[in-house]
């Protein structure tokens, strides 16, 4: 897409822009030129996975670019980048037509199948031999996609496979595909694209956390999720939601009058690479082309076994005859084409015994139902526990204590019950019933309208007490290391702690003596409880665990008040006005600084000396390192890790988990071991010792 010297070329004109926003403002005939760079740092991030730029230098552009085109709307271009945003909710979404039908695909599940369809393959075409293109299968949602005169003019889910839902706005949330392409320069007038839409396993972990946050039933799988979220009414949601997208198949083209069909489109290969040329992300690092069956049945073999290092979905592969006029002699049969057949792997599915369900209440008091089964091996993991996390998903699924029921785990995603057998049922199995007061503590259960959950109403419930203190000590809360879900327990038990404040109370000599407590454990925990009263505010509220406030909803609050108790004279109308907060979420933090308990909790903590106020807006500071990003790696000469982290987020730097382009800064101590020589081959990533990050962010 992008040569080596224009990618030269744009780097330099990057930098020029960047100093001169700092300056001024972006002059209109400058807009077109600011567009293409913002479309280059796109294609570098959302398609090649590796950016040139930091997010905050995009930023920076980006808001000029809206900004220069706010003053000269009159030079808005539709594919401007600035365009995906959305506004306002889509009321429906209009059926439509695909331009060709879209077909399934013919299953193999073997490599004696992938013989069989080489064999008709050879029959059909009369050749000895034929030369067949590999790609992955992406488990998504599939889509069409139409250009008209370079522009994304409408996109298409699959519906019946005749019509489908029009969901072009949705679709222009998806970064990886281009709202304009140069297809005109290859004599093409319109085109019809077909592809995969699929959200990624971390994002669909998050976006899954943040349902089950929000008392709604999580998706099953990551297909779900991505067809879920091309269907929802508020595209604003769905560029929250990160989805990507694969194109792989140009199902339809016109060619402007007199041009000849353009070469890369008489093979599927080079049509692959021209939509990679034209800047989409189409499978063309994963395909690969073989003479004959025996090379492909090796590389989907290979393919299968490396499936959980993707960081997506795939449930097989897909063989394609190479050949566009091979093809169409080929034809097809009313389902699906001749040439073409996916390779489908082994499902990661098993069968077991519902033994039991058992009724666990978390830190908000919701009831969930865990079900016991009989371990059984999925995908290389045994499971003997699975959510179903409630009532109507139950009865739904109608699930019945002793039924043998198909379990799922898609990839490294937590395992699923698919369904129950009731045709294996001999008769002795039970109705699942719910408990009408809370298992813990026997107080009674209430559950919303609208809700699917039900809840433990007693706020002193032993059960959620505990799980309170779990969330208020892990790592992304206060991060108290040394304590742990297990020692909350076991120190609750032993009528050490009681609440949150008491964490900060606890009677370390009583601790000497119990198993497994050595006085350097003992050290340990000292040290990480005081060092937690340190924590930035965000951490402090994200640890409180008020419903609905995730880390994001946290910063947000953070950052909203000079004194965590200023929310106590927040209206619900002031609350919704900061971001993200709406009248669900508003409603619980409104309630959290309503309860007088809440505050003399707060109150309490902070004689206990934990940092209520905001720093950062008392010094009247913003984070010098906003943008910036850091990884730390080996022993640090004096810091703990967890306290350079931290100082580094104070000042609004964001800690990676891994050495990609996206790091600014790697700093390393002592026994620093293939992070640094990841870095170390990464131009834009600069190593930093521990004394040079000190000096970085002021403290030297
Ligand atoms: S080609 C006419 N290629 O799998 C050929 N399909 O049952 C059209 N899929 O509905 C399909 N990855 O949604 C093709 N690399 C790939 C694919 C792929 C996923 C989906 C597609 C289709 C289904 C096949």
Same mark, same amino acid.
């Given at each position: 897409?992008?040569?080596?010297?224009?990618?030269?070329?744009?780097?330099?004109?990057?930098?020029?822009?960047?100093?001169?926003?700092?300056?001024?403002?972006?002059?209109?005939?400058?807009?077109?030129?600011?567009?293409?760079?913002?479309?280059?740092?796109?294609?570098?991030?959302?398609?090649?996975?590796?950016?040139?730029? =930091?997010?905050?230098?995009?930023?920076?552009?980006?808001?000029?670019?809206?900004?220069?085109?706010?003053?000269?709307? /009159?030079?808005?271009?539709?594919?401007?980048?600035?365009?995906?945003?959305?506004?306002?909710?889509?009321?429906?979404?209009?059926?439509?037509?695909?331009? +060709?039908?879209?077909?399934?695909?013919?299953?193999?599940?073997?490599?004696?199948?992938?013989?069989?369809?080489?064999?008709?393959?050879?029959?059909?075409?009369?050749?000895?031999?034929?030369?067949?293109?590999?790609?992955?299968?992406?488990?998504?949602?599939?889509?069409?996609?139409?250009?008209?005169?370079?522009?994304?003019?409408?996109?298409?889910?699959?519906?019946?496979?005749?019509?489908?839902?029009?969901?072009?706005?949705?679709?222009?949330? !998806? #970064?990886?595909?281009?709202?304009?392409?140069?297809?005109?320069?290859?004599?093409?007038?319109?085109? /019809?694209?077909?592809?995969?839409?699929?959200?990624?396993?971390?994002?669909?972990?998050?976006?899954?956390?943040?349902?089950?946050?929000?008392?709604?039933?999580?998706?099953?799988?990551?297909?779900?999720?991505?067809?879920?979220?091309?269907?929802?009414?508020?595209?604003?949601?769905?560029?929250?939601?990160?989805?990507?997208?694969?194109?792989?198949?140009?199902?339809?083209?016109?060619?402007?009058?007199?041009?000849?069909?353009?070469?890369?489109?008489?093979?599927?290969?080079?049509?692959?690479?021209?939509?990679?040329?034209?800047?989409?992300?189409?499978?063309?690092?994963?395909?690969?082309?073989?003479?004959?069956?025996?090379?492909?049945?090796?590389?989907?073999?290979?393919?299968?076994?490396?499936?959980?290092?993707?960081?997506?979905?795939?449930?097989?592969?897909?063989?394609?005859?190479?050949?566009?006029?091979?093809?169409?002699?080929?034809?097809?049969?009313?389902?699906?084409?001749?040439? =073409?057949?996916?390779?489908?792997?082994?499902? #990661?599915?098993?069968?077991?015994?519902?033994?039991?369900?058992?009724?666990?209440?978390?830190?908000?008091? =919701?009831?969930?139902?865990?079900?016991?089964?009989?371990?059984?091996?999925?995908?290389?993991?045994?499971?003997?526990?699975?959510?179903?996390?409630?009532?109507?998903?139950?009865?739904?699924?109608?699930? #019945?204590?002793?039924? &043998?029921?198909?379990?799922?785990?898609?990839?490294?995603? !937590?395992?699923?019950?698919?369904?129950?057998?009731?045709?294996?049922?001999?008769?002795?199995?039970?109705?699942?019933?719910?408990?009408?007061?809370?298992?813990?503590?026997?107080?009674?259960?209430?559950?919303?309208?609208?809700?699917?959950?039900?809840?433990?109403?007693?706020?002193?419930?032993?059960?959620?007490?505990?799980?309170?203190?779990?969330?208020? +000590?892990?790592?992304?809360?206060?991060?108290?290391?040394?304590?742990?879900?297990?020692?909350?327990?076991?120190?609750?038990?032993?009528?050490?702690?009681?609440?949150?404040?008491?964490?900060?109370?606890?009677?370390?000599?009583?601790?000497?003596? !119990?198993?497994?407590?050595?006085?350097?454990?003992?050290?340990?925990?000292?040290?990480?409880?005081?060092?937690?009263?340190?924590?930035?505010?965000? #951490?402090?509220?994200?640890?409180?665990?008020?419903?609905?406030?995730?880390?994001?909803?946290?910063?947000?609050?953070?950052? =909203?008040?000079? &004194?965590?108790?200023?929310?106590?004279?927040?209206?619900?109308?002031?609350?919704?006005?900061?971001?993200?907060?709406?009248?669900?979420?508003?409603?619980?933090?409104?309630?959290?600084?309503?309860?007088?308990?809440?505050?003399?909790?707060?109150?309490?903590?902070?004689?206990?000396?934990?940092?209520?106020?905001?720093?950062?807006?008392?010094?009247?500071?913003?984070?010098?390192?906003?943008?910036?990003?850091?990884?730390?790696?080996?022993?640090?000469?004096?810091?703990?890790?967890?306290?350079?982290?931290?100082?580094?987020?104070?000042?609004?730097?964001?800690?990676?988990?891994?050495?990609?382009?996206?790091?600014?800064?790697?700093?390393?101590?002592?026994?620093?071991?293939?992070?640094?020589?990841?870095?170390?081959?990464?131009?834009?990533?600069?190593?930093?010792?521990?004394?040079?990050?000190?000096?970085? !962010?002021?403290?030297?």
């Amino acid at each position: 897409m992008y040569s080596p010297e224009q990618t030269k070329k744009t780097q330099l004109a990057t930098n020029e822009f960047l100093k001169l926003i700092q300056s001024g403002a972006v002059a209109p005939d400058q807009l077109e030129e600011l567009r293409n760079l913002l479309r280059f740092h796109e294609h570098r991030y959302y398609v090649l996975n590796d950016p040139l730029i =930091a997010d905050y230098e995009y930023d920076l552009l980006y808001k000029a670019l809206e900004k220069g085109e706010a003053a000269h709307p /009159e030079k808005i271009s539709p594919d401007s980048p600035t365009q995906r945003v959305a506004h306002g909710l889509t009321k429906e979404f209009p059926t439509v037509q695909h331009l +060709v039908p879209m077909l399934s695909l013919d299953n193999s599940y073997d490599a004696e199948d992938l013989q069989d369809f080489d064999r008709k393959a050879r029959e059909l075409t009369g050749l000895a031999e034929i030369e067949y293109c590999v790609e992955p299968k992406f488990d998504g949602a599939s889509i069409s996609l139409i250009f008209e005169h370079d522009q994304l003019v409408r996109a298409a889910t699959r519906g019946d496979g005749v019509e489908g839902d029009e969901i072009t706005t949705n679709i222009r949330q !998806i #970064r990886s595909i281009p709202l304009s392409a140069a297809f005109s320069t290859y004599g093409l007038q319109q085109v /019809e694209i077909r592809g995969e839409v699929l959200i990624n396993k971390r994002n669909f972990k998050k976006y899954n956390d943040q349902l089950i946050e929000q008392g709604e039933d999580p998706k099953a799988n990551p297909r779900n999720m991505a067809s879920g979220t091309l269907r929802l009414k508020d595209s604003s949601e769905v560029g929250r939601r990160n989805l990507e997208a694969f194109v792989y198949h140009v199902s339809y083209y016109s060619l402007k009058e007199g041009a000849p069909v353009p070469a890369p489109l008489t093979t599927h290969a080079g049509s692959l690479q021209l939509l990679w040329e034209l800047g989409f992300r189409s499978p063309e690092q994963e395909k690969q082309v073989f003479k004959g069956i025996d090379g492909v049945i090796k590389y989907v073999a290979a393919f299968e076994a490396g499936r959980d290092n993707l960081p997506y979905e795939i449930d097989g592969m897909v063989i394609k005859v190479n050949d566009f006029a091979l093809q169409e002699k080929m034809g097809m049969t009313s389902h699906h084409p001749r040439w =073409a057949i996916a390779f489908k792997f082994k499902a #990661r599915q098993a069968t077991s015994k519902l033994l039991n369900v058992e009724f666990q209440v978390g830190r908000t008091g =919701a009831v969930t139902p865990v079900a016991k089964l009989e371990p059984v091996a999925v995908g290389g993991v045994t499971v003997s526990s699975i959510s179903v996390h409630n009532e109507e998903y139950i009865l739904e699924k109608d699930l #019945r204590i002793g039924d &043998h029921v198909l379990i799922e785990r898609a990839g490294d995603v !937590i395992p699923q019950i698919v369904k129950s057998m009731p045709e294996l049922r001999t008769g002795e199995e039970q109705p699942i019933h719910f408990p009408k007061n809370c298992p813990v503590c026997s107080g009674p259960l209430f559950k919303e309208e609208e809700e699917a959950v039900w809840r433990c109403t007693n706020i002193e419930c032993p059960a959620q007490v505990v799980e309170r203190m779990i969330h208020f +000590v892990s790592k992304d809360a206060m991060d108290m290391r040394g304590f742990g879900e297990a020692n909350v327990r076991r120190f609750y038990e032993m009528g050490l702690i009681k609440d949150i404040p008491s964490l900060y109370l606890l009677d370390f000599t009583k601790l000497k003596g !119990i198993e497994g407590f050595g006085q350097k454990s003992i050290d340990n925990l000292q040290s990480a409880i005081e060092l937690s009263k340190k924590q930035p505010l965000h #951490r402090l509220i994200y640890a409180l665990g008020i419903r609905f406030v995730g880390e994001t909803t946290a910063k947000t609050l953070a950052q =909203a008040v000079s &004194h965590l108790l200023d929310f106590k004279d927040f209206s619900l109308e002031q609350l919704q006005h900061l971001e993200d907060v709406g009248p669900k979420v508003g409603g619980s933090i409104y309630q959290f600084f309503s309860n007088a308990d809440n505050i003399t909790m707060l109150t309490e903590l902070e004689k206990l000396g934990l940092t209520l106020k905001n720093e950062k807006k008392q010094l009247g500071g913003t984070g010098n390192l906003t943008g910036q990003t850091f990884l730390f790696t080996g022993t640090l000469p004096t810091l703990k890790r967890s306290q350079a982290e931290a100082m580094a987020e104070e000042q609004g730097g964001q800690i990676l988990s891994g050495v990609s382009a996206k790091l600014n800064y790697l700093v390393v101590g002592e026994d620093a071991g293939s992070k640094l020589e990841k870095a170390k081959k990464i131009n834009s990533v600069k190593i930093l010792t521990e004394d040079e990050f000190l000096q970085l !962010i002021g403290k030297k």
